[in-house]
């Protein structure tokens, strides 16, 4: 009853590959985000990276891949699974797993209208997946982080508009601006790129009207200065934009409002490439906090994957990283940067409020139960400094053993001052006389797939061909010679890549 374990527990796969010369010393977990009501939601695959001997409660740091990645690229090549060890941090990477519209291949779709706003899209399925990590895991609310490469980092920018209740700070590599066009980015293949832009007050009037926080998120901005793909003035743009939103009158330009720059630190390997790190703050002092910051350089074109388009577009992972898919290890230390700047910017600017409530939960974290089963909530139990013993409320209304779904329980205290304290239980309502997955694999050319019923024509005139079951791009629809394994889950459901209930 492999099916049954699966739901039982979600994967848990240990990292034991080296990366360079240190052993990644942690744990990575599998989970799906199922699809909600709101318009554009979809299932997402989702790796959740925790390191060994955390300190909780601890910071959240989401990495979104660029098109033609995946959540698998971030995690091997970032060099991030290294640094959440070094400064304890949870890694979380989606997969954007199947998309809507024309897209090159695992693009975040920050262009499209139906994918850049609060209560719809990708932007709200980022925020679902982070709400239920914070449900598994013991997250600092203060330090929600989000960061993300190519289409990733125009992603970054768009969930940290549509969601600037939620995040701490947001920094975009090879980024774009909040309500960019697909025209944005240089699809030529030509050296150096050419695109066309949106002037920056109407960037500044989209951010205006998507915006429902006063909070003035502070954003990195990571550019190459000679990036083919994302070319030069995204980064700029990204950075004059925040500060016309988010800065006061006299500090609203990067003349006035900046405060320091300096060479970017660290850097591995022996050149930097020129780098420059400018700090712009909320008053144009160094004392002060960012309002934007941004690391600019003249970075190689060509790059040592076979793969790559050698167009200057890419993460650069550090000494941790690889020289992978759009991926670098020398050059400024995106990973290091990125956390100092993180570890600079907490929301509301100070440390974690002491003197909080703290709530522990009793039992499982997911809880499966089985449909029709009746629920029974374990509890929970809060401790203050202070007080001592609190007693906790907890909303579990909403749970329906009698369909199948993912509820939650909330639980609250608060101490005598006024200080409330939060935890979240995840419940899922599993049907176990539900049909089980094959876990069959079939090897064939994309075109015999859609022969067979186990992938479907999709793209721009049906000239692509997508798994029937998660909707992943397997290649052109008229390939007849070049074999593709997918991989059953449930009976006539089809994934490029083995459902989570098959793995060992």
């Not at 304290?421 to 539900?434: G, N, P, W, Y």
Request: glycine share 10%; charged share 20%; hydrophobic share 35%.
């Amino acid at each position: 009853m492999q099916w049954v374990r699966k739901l039982a527990t979600a994967a848990v796969v240990p990292i034991l590959a080296l990366l360079s010369a240190a052993a990644i010393a942690g744990t990575t977990h599998s989970f799906t985000f199922r699809a909600e009501s709101y318009p554009g939601s979809r299932d997402r695959h989702y790796k959740v990276y925790v390191p060994d001997g955390l300190a909780t409660p601890a910071p959240l740091v989401m990495a979104l891949h660029g098109c033609q990645q995946t959540n698998d690229d971030v995690l091997r090549d970032w060099g991030l699974t290294a640094a959440a060890d070094r400064h304890g941090f949870i890694l979380v990477a989606p997969f954007i797993t199947s998309y809507d519209g024309f897209r090159n291949t695992n693009c975040w779709g920050f262009w499209f209208d139906a994918h850049r706003h609060e209560g719809r899209g990708e932007p709200e399925d980022l925020r679902g997946i982070a709400q239920e990590v914070e449900a598994r895991f013991d997250i600092d609310p203060a330090r929600r982080y989000l960061t993300g490469l190519s289409s990733g980092g125009a992603m970054t920018a768009v969930a940290a508009t549509t969601h600037n209740e939620y995040w701490a700070a947001a920094a975009a590599a090879a980024g774009l601006p909040y309500g960019e066009d697909a025209a944005s980015v240089s699809l030529s293949g030509q050296c150096p790129g050419s695109a066309t832009f949106h002037g920056l007050d109407r960037i500044v009037a989209d951010m205006r009207a998507e915006l429902d926080d006063d909070y003035p998120i502070p954003l990195m901005v990571l550019q190459n200065e000679r990036d083919c793909t994302v070319v030069q003035p995204a980064g700029r743009n990204l950075r004059d934009a925040q500060l016309r939103v988010f800065g006061d009158t006299e500090h609203d330009t990067p003349a006035t409002a900046r405060a320091v720059q300096r060479p970017c630190s660290p850097i591995s390997g022996t050149d930097d490439y020129g780098c420059l790190h400018n700090l712009y703050t909320v008053d144009g002092t160094p004392a002060s906090r960012s309002v934007v910051e941004t690391v600019f350089y003249n970075g190689p074109i060509a790059t040592p994957h076979p793969n790559d388009t050698d167009h200057g577009h890419y993460w650069i992972g550090g000494a941790d990283g690889n020289n992978g898919r759009w991926s670098l290890r020398t050059g400024p230390s995106y990973p290091e940067i990125v956390w100092d700047f993180f570890a600079r910017h907490p929301r509301d600017g100070t440390a974690p409020p002491a003197g909080h409530p703290r709530i522990t939960l009793h039992g499982v974290n997911p809880l499966h139960i089985e449909l029709g089963t009746p629920f029974i909530d374990p509890g929970a139990s809060a401790e203050d400094a202070e007080d001592g013993t609190l007693p906790v409320s907890a909303d579990c209304g909403g749970v329906d053993t009698s369909r199948v779904g993912r509820y939650l329980c909330t639980y609250r205290a608060t101490d005598s001052e006024g200080n409330t304290a939060v935890a979240t239980r995840v419940v899922e309502v599993v049907d176990l006389s539900a049909p089980q997955p094959t876990c069959a694999a079939v090897s064939a050319a994309p075109a015999e797939h859609i022969s067979a019923g186990r992938a479907v024509r999709g793209g721009w005139f049906g000239l692509r061909a997508r798994a029937s079951g998660d909707g992943r791009d397997i290649g052109f629809a008229w390939n007849y010679w070049l074999p593709v394994t997918l991989f059953e889950g449930l009976p006539g459901e089809w994934y490029a890549s083995q459902p989570e209930a098959c793995r060992d």
